[in-house]
Each structure stands twice: as C-alpha cells, then as structure tokens.
C-alpha cells in the first residue's frame, strides 16, 4: 500500500541515518505521497528536525480522510511534519503538488510522482 513507509521506514534507524547522511553531505532527497513521514526522526546537522522551517507537502489529511485511513496509519504525515515544525504547503486533494525547499523535494500524493522525481533529477 502507498502507507507503507509510515509502518517501517519512519521508524527504521538504517533509513534514518542514510536520509541524515544524505542530507549532511549536500546530497538532494526526494520523498512523495506518504513518504515524508519517514522524516519524522530525521534531523539535521543542527540537531533539530530537518523539516523545521522548511516548506514542504505531503499526502494530506484529507486526502486521508477521503481514503478512510485516518484512523488506521500510525500517524497522519500532514499532522506529524506540522508538529516539527514544518511550513506545510499543499495543492488541492488529488492534484499534482510539489515543493522543493533547498535540497529537499517533497510531492503531495501520487498524481505528484513524475513531478517529484523531475524536481529530484533537477536538483543532481
């Protein structure tokens, strides 16, 4: 399912430290739909999240709603960036969206996934 990485990949310490690695050396990243939730323990070289004060967009939270997982997936990713102190920006539900903030490339949902990776290959 496209909630997958909010399952393992926000909690795996390998996935964690590559992100960190990436992000550290420069390096661009690139995350769509539900994937920025792996971010939640990612923090940059100042030791705070590296989402805080950056814009960015994921999977919404209504979108979720109209899914009905709400009340299913670990943490709604919208709600989580927000409480790092992310600036969460985002297009209408279902409509193509990405923001890229620095080095740091984020897509809303699956329509945004060509448009991700574009904005990811033009950052290399």
């Given amino acids: 399912t496209w909630d997958g990485p909010l399952w393992d990949l926000a909690e795996d310490k390998a996935s964690i430290g590559l992100i960190q690695d990436f992000a550290a050396a420069g390096k661009p990243v690139g995350f769509v739909c539900h994937a920025p939730g792996v971010l939640r323990h990612v923090l940059g070289t100042d030791g705070k999240p590296l989402v805080a004060g950056r814009k960015v967009t994921s999977f919404t939270n209504s979108e979720e709603d109209a899914v009905q997982l709400t009340k299913i997936v670990p943490f709604l990713v919208e709600t989580e960036l927000k409480s790092l102190g992310a600036e969460f920006l985002s297009g ?32 290399l």
């Fill in 92 to 123: 209408p539900d279902w409509a193509e969206f990405v923001v890229t903030d620095g080095k740091l490339v984020t897509g809303q949902n699956p329509g945004s996934s060509v448009a991700t990776a574009k904005a990811l290959l033009s950052l």
